[in-house]
């Protein structure tokens, strides 16, 4: 049973946007930090957005997405989103859904496939 699910990923021209959203079993309880991470064939994976605490006011991203992707959660609904535009090549990559909780848990989603490309 896949706790954490991601979608939304696709191919995309340079410039355009795409959104990624993540659902978390209901079994997963205490969340505390949701966010994505990224790998590119060939390098380790990395961190693109993080968002931290119960009512979401930590917000880290990598330097090489500011300004143009956005971390939102729905603690409600235990989802978290990654609203990315202006997306450029070195954007490829597999994205990842990551959620800690209190407790010491660390789940991981089985990755999408993001493609920029014309």
């Known amino acids: 049973v896949q706790l954490v699910v991601e979608s939304g990923g696709g191919l995309v021209q340079p410039g355009g946007s795409l959104r990624l959203s993540c659902a978390a079993s209901g079994s997963i309880f205490g969340i505390y930090a949701m966010g994505w991470y990224r790998q590119a064939p060939g390098q380790q994976r990395e961190l693109v957005a993080t968002?931290?605490?119960?009512?979401?006011?930590?917000?880290q991203y990598a330097d090489s997405v500011k300004g143009r992707f956005t971390v939102s959660r729905d603690n409600a609904k235990n989802r978290v989103y990654l609203q990315m535009n202006s997306l450029k090549a070195e954007d490829t990559a597999v994205y990842y859904c990551?959620?800690?909780?209190?407790?010491?848990?660390?789940?991981w989603g089985q990755g999408t496939q993001v493609t920029v490309s014309s």
């Open positions: 990551n959620l800690r909780t209190y407790s010491g848990g660390d789940y």
């Open positions: 968002i931290t605490g119960s009512s979401g006011r930590i917000i």
